[in-house]
């Protein structure tokens, strides 16, 4: 079936320190693949997304590739800051899923 | 500007009583969703819409009920058969219902608290 796998969190950083979440899917077909993020006791928010293999998406100094080679799509930032602290969810969707796969989300704690 | 808007933002109902959150969206999506979220957890499938007048069980409607009587709503029910429903409640909107690489619209969420 569909599905996301996500890195366990919580992901712990200095400000200014290089990010990495990873994201690996298991879909049929080419799916599109998106990041939201959750700031506390707020919902979802669109992050970035990417409809095919090799596009690159970015926003807010956040990018992420999708790799159809290794069936990935992590997220990345330079340089982090503390109000980059939230859980950011990798998905997936494609033709005939009806509905986005989330993962299970990741929590970024940034301190100063 | 076009959103989904949830309310109440929080709610507190005594155990044993129904409780309906309301979901509103003015994006003209036909696709529309809800899912629970408990502390430190990931997001759970209650029910979605494709369209005006169906709806479909997700992963754990069990002691929900929704309806779709109109385009921009697509309200949520606890009954009192929901053995544990603390938690955060989201609803998000999709214009192709995810099939297409559109994502989802998410509102702010309501926060009820049985007590």
């Known amino acids: 079936g569909n599905s996301v796998t996500q890195m366990e969190g919580p992901v712990t950083l200095s400000e200014e320190a290089f990010l990495t979440i990873n994201c690996t899917y298991t879909a049929t077909g080419y799916p599109s693949l998106f990041w939201y993020v959750q700031y506390p006791g707020e919902g979802l928010q669109l992050l970035l997304k990417a409809t095919k293999a090799d596009d690159k998406g970015s926003n807010k100094g956040f990018e992420a590739t999708y790799r159809k080679e290794t069936t990935s799509f992590h997220l990345e930032k330079g340089s982090v800051q503390v109000s980059d602290s939230a859980v950011y969810f990798c998905?997936?969707?494609?033709?005939?899923?009806?509905?986005?796969?989330f993962g299970t989300g990741t929590r970024l704690l940034v301190s100063p | 500007d076009g959103g989904i808007t949830q309310s109440p933002k929080y709610l507190f109902r005594k155990e044993g009583q129904n409780v309906t959150l309301s979901c509103e969206q003015n994006l003209n999506h036909d696709a529309m969703y809800w899912y629970r979220q408990d502390p430190g957890q990931g997001l759970r499938l209650i029910y979605y819409?494709?369209?005006?007048?169906?709806?479909q069980k997700g992963d754990i409607a069990e002691g929900y009920s929704v309806s779709r009587e109109k385009k921009e709503s697509f309200p949520l029910t606890v009954t009192s058969a929901q053995k544990n429903p603390t938690a955060f409640y989201l609803c998000?909107?999709?214009?192709?219902?995810?099939?297409?690489?559109?994502?989802?619209?998410f509102g702010s969420g309501t926060r009820l608290t049985v007590v």
């Open positions: 998905a997936l969707s494609g033709w005939g899923f009806q509905k986005l796969v």
């Open positions: 819409s494709q369209i005006v007048n169906d709806f």
């Open positions: 998000a909107s999709s214009m192709d219902g995810g099939f297409d690489g559109y994502g989802y619209t």
